[in-house]
């Protein structure tokens, strides 16, 4: 029913940016957040941004500044411009979208996309 599809991983030398995209379809409705979390290695998978219907935005400290989340509600698609790319932001990426009741919600993923930074 709702599939997303992600687009922009690859590899990146440190310093280097790289943008990543995301397009959700399917019958989605309602209070919802779509986000970026990754992946690397012997690592959980950790939130690096999300971004709310009404707007709001967080962010792992540790991309703070460099990263930055941005969607287009109609389409319900979700970007992620990485800036300053290091090596320890090495990892699969994976959209998600949270789709929310007042007492449930709902998750989907996408794929993944393999982001390396490496000189």
């Known amino acids: 029913q709702v599939q997303l599809v992600e687009s922009g991983g690859g590899l990146v030398q440190p310093g280097g940016s790289l943008r990543l995209s995301c397009a959700a379809s399917?019958?989605?409705?309602?209070?919802?957040?779509m986000g970026w979390y990754r992946q690397a290695p012997g690592k959980q998978r950790e939130l690096v941004a999300d971004?709310?219907?009404?707007?709001?935005?967080n962010y792992v400290d540790s991309v703070k500044g460099r990263f930055t989340i941005s969607r287009d509600g109609a389409k319900y698609t979700v970007s992620l411009q990485m800036n300053n790319l290091k090596p320890e932001d090495t990892a699969t990426y994976y959209c998600n979208l949270r789709i929310r009741t007042d007492v449930h919600s709902e998750d989907y993923w996408g794929q993944g996309t393999q982001v390396t930074v490496s000189s």
């Open positions: 399917g019958a989605i409705n309602g209070r919802n957040t």
């Open positions: 971004i709310t219907n009404s707007g709001i935005i």
